[in-house]
């Protein structure tokens, strides 16, 4: 098949079987673009967002933390030892993770990745499934056996 013509979802959908990857594809009418959103279908519990960042040496990194949390910058420059860390504008996150805005699921073409602890409290994990209408059911000892990340606090508290 012409990758052009897959969809993101589809491309996820080959990684994930290609390695074996025990997944659970969850499909909405509409966008999913919050949590709020989600958790119609969803425990919220469950839920992480896949953020891409770029550091000052612009370098882009995935970091991949409880969606009802909110990310630390100020934690992720210390532990990356970096002057700043900044959002991947619509264009750089396609670019670097493969992935849309909304979309982006822990796997990506993104080598270098950042996993909150909290993340690894559940034995599944509810993130983007390549499209913006669909969600990814994935253990997380898969989700840290493939990415390999650096497991750290990462979050500010919960809203």
Do not use: C
């Amino acid at each position: 098949m012409d990758p052009v013509a897959e969809t993101y979802s589809e491309l996820l959908r080959s990684f994930l079987i290609s390695h074996r990857i025990w997944h659970r594809f969850i499909e909405f009418d509409e966008s999913v673009k919050t949590v709020e959103q989600a958790s119609r279908k969803v425990d919220v519990e469950q839920i992480v967002k896949s953020i891409v960042l770029v550091d000052s040496n612009k370098a882009p990194l995935l970091v991949i933390l409880p969606a009802k949390n909110r990310i630390s910058y100020r934690k992720i420059k210390v532990l990356l030892s970096v002057k700043d860390v900044r959002l991947a504008n619509e264009e750089e996150v396609l670019t670097y993770s493969g992935y849309s805005v909304g979309g982006v699921p822990p796997f990506s073409l993104l080598k270098r990745a950042l996993v909150d602890r909290e993340v690894l409290k559940n034995p599944t994990a509810i993130a983007g499934g390549g499209d913006i209408n669909k969600l990814v059911e994935l253990r997380t000892k898969d989700i840290v056996e493939i990415v390999k990340p650096i497991i750290a606090d990462l979050t500010n508290e919960s809203r």
